[in-house]
């Protein structure tokens, strides 16, 4: 079974520009997430979706943030307009809550973002 | 407030055994995962306690006491490509919430 999928897994952009990060999760997992990692701050949760639906986005750090998740089988994560200080690594994971490992979360194997 | 806290560098040689520790204070509780993370890659999962004492899974366990808000991530006979970095993560209702995590280097 494939993993989640991420796209692209590279991207080099100049502030001010709009960014679009895609990801694809584990088929039949309800949940989604989207994580930020930096050396300074970690791994840091920026939004999770359950069934679709955003249920919470405490994480996002501002308006330039926003996530979608049209359908079951995809979600968007948009910067717009970039800043230098969103160059991160950005992961997306994807967890069901029920199977033998219920409540576990599969991480994609991110997106690395260069705002110059 | 939220606070996981772990050794920011370890080191090891082949054959040993490493203990990781883990602290944590936070406002809910579910459970506690361990993640590896090699550079450059994705985070992997590696083990699960939502009970006090000791899970095994071959090479690695892990342990945890909840009244004392402490887990361990014990790693035996020790090889070359553990050298990564360890994630401990505090499971808060449905969100996780990660240490900055622990790089362990082990050489020969």
């Known amino acids: 079974d494939a993993g989640v999928i991420q796209s692209p897994r590279h991207e080099v952009t100049e502030m001010g520009q709009e960014v679009t990060l895609r990801c694809k999760p584990i088929s039949g997992h309800d949940y989604l997430f989207w994580y930020r990692q930096t050396m300074m701050r970690g791994l840091e949760l920026l939004i999770y979706f359950n069934n679709n639906v955003p249920i919470d986005d405490s994480g996002m750090p501002e308006d330039r943030f926003s996530a979608k998740m049209p359908n079951a089988s995809f979600s968007t994560l948009k910067i717009q307009p970039s800043e230098p200080r969103d160059s991160a690594v950005y992961f997306c994971?994807?967890?069901?809550?029920?199977?033998?490992?219920?409540?576990?979360?599969?991480f994609g194997p991110g997106t690395r973002l260069t705002v110059l | 407030g939220q606070n996981i806290d772990q050794p920011t560098e370890m080191t090891a040689t082949e054959g040993a055994i490493v203990q990781i520790n883990c602290t944590y204070q936070?406002?809910?509780?579910?459970?506690l995962f361990w993640y590896q993370q090699h550079a450059g890659e994705a985070p992997t999962f590696l083990s699960y306690n939502v009970l006090d004492g000791l899970e095994e899974k071959g090479r690695f366990s892990s342990f945890l006491s909840r009244s004392k808000g402490y887990s361990y991530l014990l790693l035996k006979e020790l090889q070359m490509k553990d050298s990564a970095s360890y994630l401990c993560?505090?499971?808060?209702?449905?969100?996780?919430?990660f240490g900055k995590g622990t790089t362990l280097s082990v050489s020969s």
């Open positions: 994971a994807s967890s069901s809550p029920v199977g033998v490992h219920a409540d576990t979360q599969y």
């Open positions: 936070t406002s809910g509780f579910n459970g």
């Open positions: 993560a505090v499971r808060d209702g449905t969100a996780l919430i």
